[in-house]
């Protein structure tokens, strides 16, 4: 969310963008990487199907997501599998290096190696000596030459299903290897902005920064961006806190933290109410706020087609434009830029009302920043018609049944009970039956 607006505005300024989003579809497991966890694999497994059809449906949801979020479609999208050769040939030349090592089939990066000649921990502004205390001890099983060294390569396990042919054997990508090899085949050896969250510093672009900069000899970014991240009530969102939300979940408010859904785009404006750099915190009274305050931006806005202009302005809107954009160009603060979109919304309804008055061509400037500034850059729009909110109803209650079904077949009954009760709270009423399950709105 925070680098499409990122991307609206640097292509509104007139930028020629090439917006890299990449997908990665070969299910590393968060902090079981380098020993070689697969997610997808083990899903495949559990539902006797081939990995990338778990990953088809992944991607196509995130799509879908992304579509009602209305926010706009990258560049390039490519995937980790899609660039195996490109990152076997990657780790090859780091090898050729110096800088990489093999060992049993798995390839390494030597981080203190690299670190004698260039500043490893640049992005965190931390020492070797300080990341190195947070490491154990080497045991003599140990493939690793340095306790800080990640793979590149790793050796895949038979029963392993993601994995392909290397000069090193049948294996599979390291975690940090996909991006560089990806951003260096799109966007170059040195590119202008690489973005994630504040949570990738340490590890994952870390040693992005190491392998690229090993196997390309020059500095692979010239701005990194990190985001913050999510909170809910001021407890930081996590699976293990049971505090997380799905986007559908936000909708249709059926997480037992919400008390009503909330449209995509009352998610939108708020989340563009805090800076990228921000935590944002979920809680229903701040969506709540949000919701009224979209609807008060997008009735203004609607006004504004209304205003008769006058022979002079007693406000004034080159000014408020001005703050528009100083707004974007501070570090794009879209909380400032919002908040000069409402002192514009004030402004509106005054003239609306009779109490200031608007001349031709301020009234056309403030039509234009309205314009630029709510739908092109924030990417806001108007809430989609009452029938296709109830086909949108319909879909997202048909995921939901079909997620809980899927809970009861693999005997899952938490879960499929949480659902229930969920729905149940949103007063919608679920009934198993032997053609099937069925959902009424009660009344």
Known sequence: MSFDLIYRYLVHSGYKVRYVRNITDAGHLEGDRDEGGDKFAKKAKLE????????????????????????RSPSIEPTATGH????????????????????????????????????????????????????????GQDEKKGRLDFAL????????????PSPWGWGFPGWHIECSAMSTKYLGTTFDIHGGGMDLIPTHHTNEIAQSHACNHCEPVKYWMHTNMLTVNGVRM????????????????????????????????????????????????ALQASEKGFE?????????????????????????????????????????????LFEGARIINSVNDGKETISKSDLELLKKT?????????????????????????????LILEIRNEAKAKKDF?????IRDGLAKTKIAIKDTKYGTTWEKEK
């Open 238 to 285: 996590s699976k293990s806190a049971g505090n997380g939300f799905l986007p559908m979940e936000l909708f249709t408010g059926s997480h037992p933290l919400l008390t009503k859904g909330y449209s995509p785009m009352t998610v939108k404006f708020f989340m563009m109410q805090t800076h990228y750099r921000s935590t944002l915190d979920f809680s229903n009274e």
């Open 296 to 340: 008060r931006l997008m009735n203004a806005f609607k006004t504004l087609e209304q205003l008769k202009p006058s022979d002079k302005s007693s406000s004034d809107i080159k000014a408020l434009n001005v703050k528009c954009y100083e707004a974007m160009n501070d570090d794009f603060n879209s909380p400032v830029l919002i908040a000069n």
């Open 84 to 139: 195996i050769s490109e990152q076997i040939e990657m780790a090859k030349q780091i090898i050729e290096s110096g800088l990489g090592y093999e060992a049993n089939g798995t390839v390494y990066f030597d981080v203190e190696k690299y670190s004698a000649k260039n500043n490893y921990g640049t992005l965190s502004n931390r020492k070797l000596e300080e990341l190195l205390e947070g490491t154990r001890e080497l045991e």
């Open 414 to 418: 938490p879960t499929s009970d949480k």
């Open 153 to 164: 390569w790793i050796k895949a396990k038979p029963e392993h299903i993601m994995r392909w």
């Open 370 to 398: 309205f314009n630029d500034f709510i739908v092109d850059v924030l990417g806001l729009q108007e809430e989609e018609s009452s029938s296709n909110n109830d086909e949108l109803a319909n879909n997202l209650m048909n």
């Open 48 to 71: 006797q199907v081939e990995p990338m059809e778990i990953v088809q449906k992944y991607t196509v949801g995130f799509h879908e997501v992304m579509r009602l979020f209305n926010t």
